[in-house]
């Protein structure tokens, strides 16, 4: 059984940093790939990053640049690093993974708020 525990967020005004991270409970976490979503109010939820078991990274257009996300496979840990942050990052940023073998199920965390206001 995985559980994602997400931590890190706050408010934190335009032009500042803030680093996320999630703490994977399991075995096997270097296997799995990451991901980190957000959702903002009215909006749907949307992908931010993701990385792989290999450590290749995708991230989405409204980030490049800004945002980077990571792993540590020996703390079981996966982290996103915020820089450079716009109001329009505020959201709920959730941590996901899917299952390695059937029936692939996915996992979520609980979300952590991020609030980027002056």
């Known amino acids: 059984q995985v559980q994602l525990v997400e931590s890190g967020g706050g408010l934190v005004q335009p032009g500042g940093s803030l680093r996320l991270s999630c703490a994977f409970s399991?075995?096997?976490?270097?296997?799995?790939?990451m991901g980190w979503y957000r959702q903002a109010p009215g909006k749907q939820r949307e992908l931010v990053a993701t990385?792989?078991?290999?450590?290749?990274?995708i991230n989405a257009d409204a980030v490049k640049g800004r945002f980077t996300i990571s792993r540590d496979n020996a703390k079981n840990t996966v982290y996103l690093q915020m820089n450079s942050l716009k109001p329009e990052d505020t959201a709920v940023y959730y941590c996901?993974?899917?299952?390695?073998?059937?029936?692939?199920?996915?996992?979520w965390g609980q979300g952590t708020q991020v609030t980027v206001s002056s």
């Open positions: 996901k993974t899917r299952g390695t073998t059937y029936p692939y199920l996915n996992y």
């Open positions: 399991g075995s096997m976490f270097s296997l799995y790939t």
């Open positions: 990385i792989n078991s290999g450590g290749s990274t």
